[in-house]
Antibody
Framework: EVQLVQSGGEVKQPGESLTISCEGS????????INWVRQLPGKGLEWMGT????????RYSSSFEGHVIISGDRSIGSAYLHWTSLEASDTALYFC???????????????WGQGTLVTVSS | DIQMTQSPSTLSASVGARVTITCRSS??????LNWYQQKPGKAPDLLIS???YVASGVPSRFSGGGSGTVFTLTIINLQPEDFAIYYC?????????FGGGTKVEIK
């Protein structure tokens, strides 16, 4: 069983950069994708993008492309979400979630990280 | 983007009740529909994959159905631990999208 552990909460100021992480343990990551999902305070779930760990192939939602960067490290089964310039509207809970398979689609997310709360405030 | 619409947004029910949540997609997604349960302050948990496959460890009182554009999640004999928010998710096309959620409350 794959377990995902995310980095701790962050408090940042607008304009600052930030990288949060998601580290997996358990089964092989050869066919693992790590997805990032945003949850604004009191709101629903939004898919941001995904990375296939074996070759770092990424896909983004157009709503987030250009504002965040998703990267990964296959050797340690980790994925990262990076902002170069945070905005107050980035204040949210961010989850990583795994799916397995060869495709970005058609699968469900069977393991989730515990969430990382990012607060952006001046 | 494929829009996912859940109804109702809030549902009040008693322990032991049978409840059904509906999820509609703006275009056909075949059976590429998943359901998740989220409790306050926690990550979502997978309940149902591919519209009707109950995930490992999920009680048999949960079931899913549908295909194309209309899907349902049914819980029979509602238990206290089932009071939570439920989300549907389409995995048919990028971007993956979620429904707005259905909050199941204690009546």
């Amino acid at each position: 069983e794959v377990q995902l552990v995310q980095s701790g909460g962050e408090v940042k100021q607008p304009g600052e950069s930030l990288t949060i992480s998601c580290e997996g343990s358990g089964n092989s990551f050869t066919t693992t994708w790590i997805n990032w999902v945003r949850q604004l305070p009191g709101k629903g779930l939004e898919w941001m993008g995904t990375i296939r760990l074996r070759d770092s192939y990424t896909r983004y939602s157009s709503s987030f492309e250009g504002h965040v960067i998703i990267s990964g490290d296959r050797s340690i089964g980790s994925a990262y979400l990076h902002w170069t310039s945070l905005e107050a509207s980035d204040t949210a809970l961010y989850f990583c979630a795994r799916h397995a398979g060869d495709y970005v689609l058609y699968s469900s997310y069977d393991s989730w990280g515990q969430g990382t709360l990012v607060t952006v405030s001046s | 983007d494929i829009q996912m619409t859940q109804s109702p947004s809030t549902l009040s029910a008693s322990v032991g009740a049978r409840v059904t949540i509906t999820c509609r997609s703006s275009e056909s997604i075949s059976s590429h529909l998943n359901w998740y349960q989220q409790k306050p302050g926690k990550a979502p948990d997978l309940l149902i994959s591919s519209a009707s496959y109950v995930a490992s460890g999920v009680p048999s009182r949960f079931s899913g159905g549908g295909s194309g554009t209309v899907f349902t999640l049914t819980i029979i004999n509602l238990q206290p631990e089932d009071f939570a928010i439920y989300y549907c998710q389409q995995a048919s096309s990028v971007p993956v999208t979620f429904g707005g959620g259905t909050k199941v409350e204690i009546k």
